[in-house]
Nanobody
Framework: QVQLVESGGGLVQAGESLRLSCVAS????????MGWFRQAPGKEREFVAA????????YYADSVKGRFTISRDNAKNTVYLQMNSLKPEDTAVYYC???????????????????WGQGTQVTVSS
């Protein structure tokens, strides 16, 4: 069992930055690949980024590549999402999620993730 708690969301202006954190409970955090997803009002939950347990593999959605950086600290049971050059279209609730699937091709599929956090709101004003 893994419980995930996100934090770090807020209201920022376009071009500014935010860093999201996701703290996991449980001793098996390091065995999970971790992903970030987001969901805007009226839209499907979409993949943002994911990272393997060792951080050797990282995968980004095209929409955030070059602006967002995912990282993890297994000693702190925490995964991060550094978001730079934010745009109004990045406005959404951001969720972290955990999967045992180490295949990068599977990471964009939300159905591959077993555990989810409650989400944190990110709002970017123009």
């Amino acid at each position: 069992q893994v419980q995930l708690v996100e934090s770090g969301g807020g209201l920022v202006q376009a071009g500014e930055s935010l860093r999201l954190s996701c703290v996991a409970s449980g001793r098996t955090f390091s065995s999970y690949s971790m992903g970030w997803f987001r969901q805007a009002p009226g839209k499907e939950r979409e993949f943002v980024a994911a990272i393997s347990w060792s951080a050797d593999n990282i995968y980004y959605a095209d929409s955030v590549k070059g602006r967002f950086t995912i990282s993890r600290d297994n000693a702190k049971n925490t995964v991060y999402l550094q978001m730079n050059s934010l745009k109004p279209e990045d406005t959404a609730v951001y969720y972290c999620a955990a999967t045992r699937n180490a295949a990068t091709w599977a990471w964009p599929n939300k159905n591959e993730y077993r555990y989810w956090g409650q989400g944190t709101q990110v709002t970017v004003s123009s």
